[in-house]
């Protein structure tokens, strides 16, 4: 059974760090790019970072660069996401996922809520 479990989301003040963690189960997860992605309310879900199988390439979304960080350790078989300077419109549901050619996988998301 595929799982991914994320946690550390909740309420974090503006300019504030927060670190989301993802912990995979049920496939093999060095074969997958792991993308986190966000959807605030009212708004279309959208990717905020990928991170290849092997670690050796990350891409962001323009407004998260020089912000957030995402990282993995495929022998935990978890992966990270590290955000730093928030916004209030980092507000959303952070989704942890899995993808290997057409197969995506998805956790069932923790809040993000930045204010003060």
């Known amino acids: 059974q595929v799982q991914l479990v994320e946690s550390g989301g909740g309420l974090v003040q503006p300019g504030g760090p927060l670190g989301l963690s993802c912990e995979a189960s049920?496939?093999?997860?060095?074969?997958?790019?792991m993308p986190w992605t966000r959807q605030a309310p009212g708004k279309e879900r959208e990717l905020v970072a990928a991170?290849?199988?092997?670690?050796?390439?990350?891409n962001y979304a323009d407004s998260v660069k020089g912000r957030f960080t995402v990282s993995r350790d495929n022998a935990k078989k978890m992966v990270y996401l590290q955000m730093n300077n928030l916004k209030p419109d980092d507000t959303a549901v952070y989704y942890c996922?899995?993808?290997?050619?057409?197969?995506?996988?998805w956790g069932q998301g923790t809040q993000v809520t930045v204010s003060s």
């Open positions: 049920g496939f093999i997860f060095r074969l997958y790019a």
């Open positions: 991170i290849s199988n092997t670690g050796d390439s990350t």
């Open positions: 996922n899995a993808s290997l050619g057409r197969i995506t996988y």
